[in-house]
């Protein structure tokens, strides 16, 4: 199984960043490679939860997320499963002295396999999935930045509200 992991520090709240992270309804804004949100769970971000959508051409295709783990304050991880690959994506909210640090890391195994596959995912696939992540975590992070002040419970950008549980 593969690892890719990246993380990022930035000048908000945890609950401002957990707050941005589980609003569905902006995904497509930074979620890298997300084209088109099908269905969401109206359990969302709970365990058990399932979110599905769909990639653009050259994507992952059909992408499932069924929450596994959410601890409120800390973090969530979710079973994905594409056509390429299945696997654990985990998001971890620390409090740090300049903010949030936000990780985001997915273990992955492929489903297409060879005796050649541990070197392909070493020199491409790993690397590949390290840089998704980075511009998910990339685009997120302006997302958050941008947005209204926290005790109005906004999620960045004006168009898009946060929704309080």
């Given at each position: 199984m593969g690892t890719a992991r990246v993380t990022q520090?930035?000048?908000?709240s945890v609950?401002?960043?957990e707050r941005c992270w589980y609003d569905t309804s902006a995904w497509s804004v930074w979620v890298d490679g997300l084209d088109e949100m099908l269905e969401v769970d109206p359990r969302w971000?709970?365990?058990g939860a399932v979110v599905t959508w769909e990639?653009?051409?050259?994507?992952?295709?059909?992408v499932t997320e069924r929450v596994v783990a959410y601890a409120p304050g800390e973090g969530q991880t979710v079973e994905v499963d594409d056509v390429s690959v299945t696997g654990r994506q985990t998001v971890m909210f620390a409090p740090v002295p300049d903010g949030v640090q936000v990780?985001?890391?997915l273990e992955y195994r492929l489903h297409r396999r060879s005796p050649l596959t541990p070197l392909v995912d070493l020199l491409f696939i790993r690397?590949?999935?390290t840089l998704?992540?980075?511009?998910?975590?990339?685009?997120?992070g302006p997302r958050l930045l941008s947005g209204h002040p926290a005790a109005e419970h906004w999620c960045p950008g004006?168009?898009?509200r946060c929704i309080d549980e």
């Open positions: 520090t930035f000048s908000a609950a401002d960043a971000p709970g365990l990639s653009g051409p050259a994507g992952r295709g059909h990780t985001l890391a690397r590949a999935m998704s992540l980075g511009r998910t975590l990339g685009r997120f004006p168009e898009i």
